[in-house]
């Protein structure tokens, strides 16, 4: 835990060596932070299984995520799964994960899935930073009247719970998988913004940026070369986590038939069709349910270990 | 106080002046035109121009938008395409059921989460502090309405006849009713604000059942609440449970606790008189921010549990594109959403003098 505080800590060092002498590699010592804690661990393989499943879908499925297996032998619509170890007759096609509503292999589209939610969460978060941070970034620094403008705007828009805004933007733009996470997306923004900004605020007061100051350091040298990188970690934080929350929204605006179409793999799609169905087909529910979940999780538990590797307060 | 209560207020109206001006502008700039979408697709170019000099679209926008405050400031929300009722009416039948899941959710959330957190910081790295953590990682990662579905299936069919089987939709049983207070107190006669208020409270079936002691009507209500309510308020037990424990060692670590503790204050004096007291104030935070998460967790359970309240209103209102309707609700809730965080402010200042004072 001390090593790791040595390189957070911003001591008034000798001034004008002072990025000579930072200690070398943070990325190494967060990846070792993050590493010596199981449950961060953990949510590491996890994605990085899921990854691995996104990429190479077309490979692990068996058959296509449109096909329909109605007319075969033993398949109907919502069919149980048919899996020849456990007793499902051999003359039958095996679906490890059962039909869905419309005849096709739900272990198919499940990791199909995958593609859609990692890829969709990853992007819709990376996008909302990009801006967010921006405007804080704009906000903590430049501060006055911009700074005024930009977090009274964000304000506003933080006024509305983040699912109904995001409901109320996709009845403008139209439901499908894009728009539903450029919603989430925009509602992400003044979350992110606000975030940044604290940072950048704290970080400017500090000694070494002064110092720097006084050293005839110019506002732009300032800004991207002692504020912002100084200001990252909270940022990195909220994002990994939020990318969890990003995953949760947008199926949940799919769940609402706001997001994903019907031909659309997409988990919360999957789930939202077949809500009807939980008394007769359970399975169509919990695959599509459990992946989104161990998704989620996955992301929450390394946003954790990341924020408790760059933050060796939180260490007692 | 008064005056840290009335300059929170004054900074709330400019707030509440956006809000109002960006749902104006939602329904200005939705997909469609309003005619067609409420007088139907044969509707002639003369019935849509009759139609638009009615309800003021043949304005430029400052006007139509001096107009929609106008009439919201009359208390008129509008009047909805798909149920022919003012919006206003439709808030009164829809918002209490809302409310109600929202405060059970609570409740369910505060005095589960609350306790465990405390269990785990006190018993911080053993094996309880470890399995409150972990389902504390699960419950935050579940969405609403997979784990609505989830308890809708164990709870109606696993243990269909045993007596823990409860009802997965609805409010209440069929040929069960609760009467409203205008009925049971002979209040029938009156009318306006009173009888409006008197209806909000009438659709809060468990709290009416309980004011006027109908006692199958409340058990029956109460049972229907309880899937929804757990399912509501899950992630936020466990965001409570975890800022709970942080919170509270924190605090244990400072030296006014060891000098309590070396005092011989006993171990639960210690947590009530001084941990809990000094670690309140992140907690009240995070349960303010639930507000938010409650009420977007509102619409995906209402959906799951076929409750019509404020969340399955709005859904319903996109699918018939009733733009009066969605328009009217989210500003109640973006309205209803400022005055809960307008109230956790001011619960800080209560709790912490210097914040009051700055």
Redesign the interface.
């Known amino acids: 835990m001390n090593t790791l505080g040595a390189t957070d800590a911003q001591e008034p060092a000798p001034l004008v060596v002072a990025e000579a002498k930072r200690p070398p590699g943070k990325f190494r010592e967060t990846a070792r932070g993050v590493l010596r804690q199981r449950s961060a661990v953990i949510g590491l393989i996890v994605l990085l299984a899921f990854v691995f499943i996104a990429i190479f879908a077309d490979q692990l499925s068996p058959f296509r995520p449109g096909q329909d297996f109605l007319g075969e032998p033993g398949a109907k619509t919502r069919a149980a799964p048919c899996i020849h170890l456990l007793g499902c007759p051999e003359e039958f096609r095996e679906h490890l994960f059962g039909l869905d509503g419309n005849g096709r292999d739900l272990f198919t589209r499940v990791i199909h899935g995958t593609r859609i939610s990692l890829f969709i969460g990853f992007l819709t978060v990376g996008v909302a930073i990009l801006v967010g941070a921006t405007l804080g970034a704009v906000a903590g620094f430049v501060g006055g009247r911009w700074d005024t403008l930009i977090m009274r705007l964000m304000d506003v828009l933080l006024v509305f719970p983040a699912l109904i805004l995001a409901i109320a933007i996709v009845t403008v733009i139209g439901g499908s998988v894009q728009n539903a996470a450029l919603a989430i997306g925009l509602v992400a923004i003044p979350v992110f913004a606000r975030i940044m900004r604290a940072s950048i605020i704290t970080t400017r007061e500090q000694d070494f940026v002064i110092a720097s100051r006084a050293l005839g350091e110019t506002q732009r040298g300032l800004l991207f070369r002692r504020v912002l990188p100084n200001s990252l970690t909270p940022i990195l934080v909220a994002g990994t986590l939020g990318i969890g929350t990003a995953v949760l929204d947008i199926a949940a605006l799919s769940f609402l038939g706001l997001g994903a179409d019907l031909r659309t793999p997409e988990w919360g799609a999957m789930i939202g069709n077949e809500r009807n169905s939980v008394f007769a087909a359970p399975h169509l529910l919990l695959f599509p349910g459990l992946a989104l979940t161990l998704t989620i999780l996955a992301y929450n538990l390394f946003g954790d270990g990341l924020r408790d590797a760059l933050d060796p307060r939180l260490h007692r | 106080m008064a005056q840290y209560i009335i300059r929170r207020l004054l900074i709330t109206i400019p707030?509440i002046a956006?809000?109002i001006f960006?749902v104006f502008l939602?329904a200005r700039?939705?997909?469609g035109d309003p005619c067609i979408a409420t007088l139907g697709e044969r509707a002639t170019a003369a019935q849509c121009q009759q139609f638009r000099i009615r309800f003021g679209l043949d304005q430029p926008i400052p006007v139509q938008f001096l107009l929609y405050a106008q009439d919201l400031l009359s208390g008129d929300l509008g009047t909805s395409i798909k149920f022919r009722l003012p919006v206003t009416e439709l808030i009164i039948q829809r918002l209490p059921t809302t409310i109600e899941l929202s405060f059970y959710a609570l409740v369910f959330a505060i005095g589960i989460g609350v306790p465990l957190g405390i269990i785990s910081a006190y018993r911080r790295n053993s094996a309880a502090d470890a399995g409150v953590m972990g389902l504390a990682?699960?419950g935050?990662?579940?969405?609403?309405?997979?784990l609505g579905?989830?308890l809708?299936?164990v709870f109606?069919?696993l243990l269909k006849d045993t007596p823990f089987a409860l009802p997965p939709s609805g409010r209440l049983s069929p040929g069960v009713r609760v009467d409203s207070l205008a009925e049971v107190w002979g209040l029938e006669h009156l009318d306006g604000l009173p009888r409006a208020g008197l209806d909000f409270v009438s659709n809060m079936y468990t709290v009416t059942a309980l004011l006027t002691l109908q006692w199958e009507g409340f058990i029956d209500a109460a049972r229907h609440l309880i899937l929804p309510a757990i399912a509501l308020g899950t992630i936020p037990l466990a965001i409570i449970a975890r800022i709970t424990r942080?919170s509270l060692?924190?605090v244990m670590?400072r030296d006014y606790v060891r000098t309590a503790r070396a005092k011989g204050l006993a171990d639960w004096a210690v947590l009530r008189k001084h941990a809990l007291r000094n670690a309140i104030l992140p907690i009240v935070t995070i349960i303010g921010l639930q507000v938010?998460?409650l009420?977007?967790?509102a619409?995906?359970t209402e959906?799951?549990f076929g409750l019509s309240g404020v969340g399955k209103t709005?859904?319903d209102a996109?699918?018939g594109r009733d733009y009066v309707v969605?328009q009217g609700f989210?500003l109640i809730?973006?309205i209803g959403?400022?005055m809960v965080n307008l109230l956790v402010d001011v619960s800080y200042a209560w709790l912490d003098p210097r914040i009051r004072l700055s």
């Open positions: 707030i956006a809000v960006l939602l700039v939705l997909p990682n699960i935050i990662s579940v969405p609403v309405f997979v579905l989830v809708a299936y109606a069919i942080s060692l924190e670590g938010g998460l009420l977007s967790g619409v995906l959906t799951v709005v859904t996109i699918a969605i989210t809730i973006a959403f400022l």
